[in-house]
């Protein structure tokens, strides 16, 4: 039986979160970074210099998500925190139509991506890595988390789209639909208590 722990994604291992990121899915391209930066920033920045930001942003920490190992191998990553710290979220349609709360708000915590390595796909690491992910967020004293995920419940979706999870997997673990702002998209919330 393979053994699946989670840690945070700390500096001393960003070379993990790289062998995840490079995995499989736009990570490589990516580097996580989409949800922190603003659109033109994003559009002009090359894929070293997003990677060069995230490498900055997990030096300075806190955290900015968790880490999933399967028998010790870097598997599974998820973002996880303070909304206001995940700057695209402000702009985001999704966001703008879906949540109540005031993007300013600190104790509101967002889950914004997932990158699983192909390999080790289908094994329930993303609820894994989402039950991390709120423990650590109830550690940050969250009082809401908020993900905006594919509703996978009608259709199947493909493994590109689920870098935002699966409406199912965070229903599973407690979170209800507050809203549904495209037929695809949905915003789901978590009350801490």
Not at 25 to 38: A, L, R, T
Not at 42 to 68: D, T
Not at 82 to 87: A, F, I, T
Request: glycine residues 8%.
């Amino acid at each position: 039986m393979e053994e699946i722990s989670t840690h945070s994604a700390t500096i001393d291992r960003w070379h993990d979160l790289q062998d995840v990121l490079t995995g499989g899915g736009d990570g490589k391209s990516c580097q996580c970074m989409w949800p922190v930066m603003q659109g033109s920033i994003w559009r002009s920045c090359s894929v070293e210099e997003r990677r060069s930001a995230l490498h900055e942003e997990i030096a300075s920490g806190p955290a900015p998500g968790i880490i999933a190992y399967v028998d010790g191998i870097p598997a599974g990553w998820v973002r996880v925190g303070p909304r206001p710290h995940q700057r695209r979220l402000e702009k985001s349609r999704i966001v703008k139509a879906g949540s109540n709360e005031p993007f300013e708000e600190t104790s509101i915590w967002a889950i914004t991506c997932f990158s699983i390595r192909r390999e080790f796909r289908g094994r329930g690491l993303t609820a894994k890595l989402l039950r991390a992910a709120v423990e650590y967020a109830k550690r940050g004293r969250a009082r809401t988390i908020e993900a905006y995920p594919i509703d996978n419940r009608e259709a199947k979706t493909s493994n590109a789209n689920l870098f935002v999870g699966p409406v199912t997997t965070f229903l599973n673990e407690g979170f209800t639909i507050v809203a549904h702002p495209t037929p695809l998209r949905a915003v789901v919330s978590l009350t801490c208590s």
